[in-house]
C-alpha cells in the first residue's frame, strides 16, 4: 500500500517549499518531491530560483557592481584602483558557497518542520497518488488527500540557436563561465537577458543584444523602460531592437570556438561572431509529463496548468502554484500562492492580490514596478494623473554619486486611488516595497504626500512623485500648466 500524507507538494522551488512548509506548519502531514541535481551532481532543494536564477545572479550582479563601480568612479570616492582585477573563478566559487548554505537551509527547516523530502520525479496519477521515480532505484507510489503541483519553468530553447557546450547556453550556463569572453551575444532582451548582459560588460566583455520586440522592455512603463535604455547604452550595452535571429553556426579553428549569427532586421540581413552566447527569449511551464496521460489534468494551449481564483485545478484535491500557472513567473507569486493553498486547505481565507505585485529588474539602475503602466491606462481609457521625481534631485542620490532615473507614480483622477508605480533608479527593488504597501491598503497619492520619510533617503523620491501628481513637488519645479 502507498504510503499516504495530509499533502504531497510536487516541487521544491520557491512555490513548492513554501507551500511544504507551510502545510507542516498548520499541522497537515507533509512530503514534497522534488527532482533537481546540482552541479555536484546531489540532490537539492529549493528548484530553478535558488539554484541557477535569482540567487546566483544576484551574487554575480552585486560583486560585479561593486567591481565596476569602484574601477570606473573610484577616483570619485577618494579610491585608487590602477590595480583592480576581478578573479572571476574566485567569484563563481563564493556563488556557489552561496547557493549551498541556502539549499542547506531549506534542508534544515524541513527537518524543522517535519516535511518529508522524497528526490525524484513526481508525477500526478489518478486519484490523488504521485508516482515518484528516483534518480536510482525503482519507482513508488504515495497518496495524498491534497497534491500540489509546483514544478516550475525551463528556459525556452530556439531553433535557430540551439544549446552547444559552454559556447551557446542558457541562463543557468552564463552563471558558470570562469573567463570573461572577449564578445559576447545575447538573444533577448528580457528580465534575463539585461541582467546577464550587465554582469560580463561589467567584467570587460563587449556586449551585443538581439531582441526581436520593436519595443525595449515592452511591458515596462515605457517612460520607465527608455530611461533604463539610456542608461544601459551608456554603460556599453549595444541593445539592437526588431532584430530576429535566424542562424547560428559554432565555428572551430585551432585557438578557440566562435558563434555566426545570422539575423534579421528592417534593413535586412546581417551576421555577427562572438565568442559565447546566451539565449535568453523566456521561460515556459516545466508541466511535460506532470500527470500521466490518463490523468483528466486541464493545461491551456501553452502548457500551463488551468486553475481558478485560488489555484484549485480541474481536478478535486488537486491544486498548482507558481511558474506553472497563468500570472507572472515570479517566486514571491508562487510562494504567496504556496502559503494561500496551505491556508485554504486549513480553513482560512487566505487569498491573494495578484494587481499589487511587485516586479524587478536587478540591473544598474534597477527597474521596480507594481500595478499598471500609463501605456495600460490609456489602453484602458481609464481617467489618471501622473507624477515623476528625477533621482538627480534626490540628495542621497547624489551623495552616492548614482542619480540615474526616476520615480512615477499613477492615480485615478477622481478617486486619487493609487494605480501603479514605477521606477528607475539606485535600490529600486527595496524602494517598491512601500509602493506594494500603498495599493495593498488601498492608498491613494495623498496618503503617499502626507507621509513622513526620513531625510535624506531615496524614498522621498516616491514622496516627491506623490507630491508631483498634485503638482506640487517640493525640490523640483512644479510641472508647467497647459494652456
Known sequence: MAKSYDVVVVGAGPAGYVCAIRCAQLGFSTACVDDWINKQGKPALGGTCLNVGCIPSKELLESSHHFANIRDHGEHYGISSRSLEMDIPGLIRSKDETVAELTQGIEGLFRANKVEWLTGRGQLQADRQVLVTPHQGDAYHIQGDHVVLAPGSVPIEIGAAPLQGDIIVDNAGALNWETCPEHLGVIGAGVIGVEMSSVWRRLGAEVTILEAMDDFLHTVDQEIAQSALKSFQRQGLQIQLGARVTATRVKDDKQQSRVEIE??????????????????????????????DDVELTFDERGFIHVGDHCETSLPGVYAIGDCVRGPMLAHKGSEEGVMVAERLAGQASHIHYEAIPWVIYTHPEIAWVGQTEEELKHAGEPYRSGTFPFMASGRAKAMNDTDGLVKVLAHAETDRVLGVHMVGPLTSELIGQAVMAMEFEGSAEDIMRTVFAHPTLSEALHEAALAVDGRPLHIPPPRKKK
Not at 540581413?269 to 562572438?274: G, Q, R
Not at 527569449?281 to 500521466?292: E, F, L, Q, W
Open 263 to 292: 539575423y534579421e532586421d528592417s534593413d535586412g540581413k546581417h551576421s555577427i561572431t562572438v565568442d559565447r552566447l546566451i539565449v535568453s527569449v523566456g521561460r515556459r511551464p516545466n508541466t511535460d509529463a506532470i500527470a500521466a
